[in-house]
């Protein structure tokens, strides 16, 4: 056990939700080195962009991910009104703002309990989820589903609240902000919790920025970075109040902190928008041919900073979308935190920046200790596949 | 900072190597510059004018040229470099030395676009698959994806 | 008529008959309680209230496909699980619950009888040890050497905290520890520290969380039995379960009074007291995380052997100083 070896974490593995694959070089109980290898559901929906009319695009890009799927659609409906030179009415930027923030309720909520159940704090998970239920039941309550909500559409929103709904959305929202606390309270003092995440997975402040981090990992580590109040969307501090929330200590339990206060902040947003929602439309009629230009629209999603670049090119399909999501833009500064970590960390510094990986097939199949590893392409794998079972006596 | 201030600033700093800049949108501006210039502009947003986030890199193909966007940003400003490249032999330089973030972005430009970026420590594929065949990138304009008929016995 | 006896000793009660069935439902008691601590309901569906879903998933198991790894080392790879459920189930035999009396020895209550069950129950984690490293797999590898490396660090807390009961019952006889203890119920409260540390030894033992370090999912995989898989996970999962039974039976016998009154009633008391045991068990596994192997060491050695080590003067003391 004296030299190190390499230690396959995916493109399966049960502290992944998704697949991608990290290869470990590990030495004993630390981590050496770490590389990274993306591209396991790379769907091509940049390119399928390209090929579809804006309306399309608007729910194809809903499906980039299932979790940030409101944050995915803002992003692209907004920019398409900036190119357009159309502005939604009010009343449709605050049930955009709206669904922007429950989403980010529910998505902190899953978050807080697979950092649970990635240190073995079971109890932690199903808590957060239960009360995880009582958003999705919110959401489904305002569009009609659980996730990918279809909310947006270029020029304002799909849906209108009525009088039920905002006294629903209130009581609910009531419920989460008398149980979050405990929530904060647990996570910050529970012994055995905070010693698996305090000090584990340091990010100086200095690294975050030069590393280009983005949402709460980088707000963990200090930096006041948050697109909700550098780049105002949806009607976010013109009229929407919001602080960012930030914390000093630069590790897990940062992150932990800063996302139970964002849940606070969230809450108070809601709550806001509930109280003051304008009278009027919830969106004006968009043209369906996009004039020439290009612009960048920003939405700070659950996970930090997303970005869309749009180019139009008068027709009615774009010339070119890039989609970059916030988790792309946090591996970086992953690799460098789980450098010189503990074995038995590497699952919660990875889940602390929520990954959310969208991005084409190979496979890696692990042989033995001595015989090192094999990695397979597809076909070849599909061929193995189809001998390993007709050698089997089964039919493929 | 204002659009205007960000202006003044780059024409001193940048003077004669600026081939456009322009501020379609509130907030939002767009730099071209030459790709020799690449390095010593993204100096200048990071070090003069306060751009200390990378957002993303951006590759595009224009029909004749191939381009990368990299956009910066700081509170209150986005703004995105424009560098152009032939696409006989496609490459830029690296601005990991200034944008220590930008590894991963540089590397999906490549995959994607087939950009070569000059100075990169490690241009193996980041997102494409392992099978993937050499000098085929996927962004490009001229690139259509053709399905393999299926066929169920 | 005695050949009768050892056989229904041996295959019944407390043998392998009682040890399978008992240790489903403690198995299952185990789970409801785990579920109902985080607000689930646990097991439902599988016989009444669902008392039958750990029998199902072994049944579900035993006929699942049993897959060896190429590079195995397969006769140690297949024989460790039956070896393993070997040992805890002889460890069952040792429990002072049926027909004996202090005064009189046998092969399964004698002399230094806390010391052999201490062993037998020590014996699955050298097996687990062995089962990670036959079977040539990065993960059990470290889930193997993660085995050893917790066993070091609470094993000897474990004993330290055994020690105990025994010097104050001045026996090394469970049927005599348990004997002295009923006749004198006060004196077990001297014992309380030596019990809490032997408790959180036992969730140690039986690798359960806040300990769960070698197998722990989202860092291992399935630690040491990644590999495995049908029959013998199957016999895996019964052996911790059987393992914890008689785990939880020698903590009651040494520190809880054991079993007294003959047959039936001392069934009684061995259900209502291995509960107790699975219950306290059950509460320390919903409220922590799982720990860090690093932690573990130090949290052994600065706190549970000193205590350990502490309680065994207090017991030499009040030995010393009591009539």
Redesign the interface.
Known sequence: ?SDT?V??VGPQ???LKEPTSFRFK?D??YIVDADL???YN?R?I??GCEARTYVQDTYLLERVCGICSNAHMTAFVQGVE?LMGIEPPLRGLYIRCLMGELERIHSHLLWLGVA?????????F??TW?DREVVMDLLEMVSGNRVNYGMQTCGGVRRDLDGVQITQLLDGVAALRARTPYYLNLGAT?P??V??IAGVGKLPKEKA??????GPTTRASGV??DVR???PYAGFVEHIPFTIQTDNGCDVLARVIVRAKELMECYNICEWILRNLPAGEIRVKAPRKVPE????S?VEAQRG?L?H?I?ANGTDKPD?V?V?APT??N???TLYMLRGA??????IIMAAIDPCLS?????AV??????GEK?????TLRQYGIEFHRNRGIKP | MTAEDVKKTLEQSLAGKIVELTN??P??M?LHVAPEHLVEACKVLRDQLGF?????I????TGDKLEA?Y?F????M?L?VRAQTGRAHPSLPTIIAV???????ER?VHD?VGIVIDGHPDMR????????PDGIY??RKDWQ?NREKGVIQ | MDLFKIALYFLVYPGLLFLFVYSTFVEWVDRKLFAR????RGPLYTGAAGLLQPIADFVKLMAKEDIV???ADKPLFNSVPVLALAAVLASGLLLPVWHFTAGMQSATSFDGDIIVMAYLLSLPTFAYFLAGWSS????A??GA?RVLTLLFSYEVPMFLAILSPAVLAGSWRMAVIAEYYQQHPLMLLWNIGAFAVAVVALQAKLER??F??PE????L?GGTFTEYSGRKLALFRLLTDVQMVTGAGFLAALFLGGFPGGLVPGFLWLVVKTLAIVFILAAIK??????????MVSFSWSYLAPLALLQLVVVILVRGYLP
């Open positions: 056990m070896f230690l396959p593995h049960p502290a590990v004993g109980e290898r993306l591209g790379h091509g940049e390119k900036k649970g159940h990635e240190i073995g704090f079971d109890t932690f199903m808590y239960r529970e055995t919790m010693a698996r920025i030069e590393l280009s981090a983005v006041q970075f109040s550098d780049d230009g290009e612009t960048v920003r900073e970005i670049y180019r070119r890039k970059r792309l833009a591996w970086p500064a503990y074995l038995a960390d590497i699952p991005c084409t097939d190979r496979m692990i042989s033995d200790v001595r015989g990695v397979w392409d597809w076909e | 379609p949108q907030r939002r767009f200390y986030h990378l957002t993303t951006t590759g595009r193909d966007l956009h940003a700081q509170a209150g986005v995105t944008y220590p973030g930008a590894t991963f972005y999906e994607m594929p980041l997102v494409l698959p392992e099978g993937w996927p962004m994806y | 601590f985080q607000n689930r790894p190429d590079s040539a797999s990065m993960y590898s470290i050497v969380v806040p769960d370090i722990a999912e989202t860092e995989v919903a409220v922590t995380a799982r720990i860090r192997i690093d932690q």
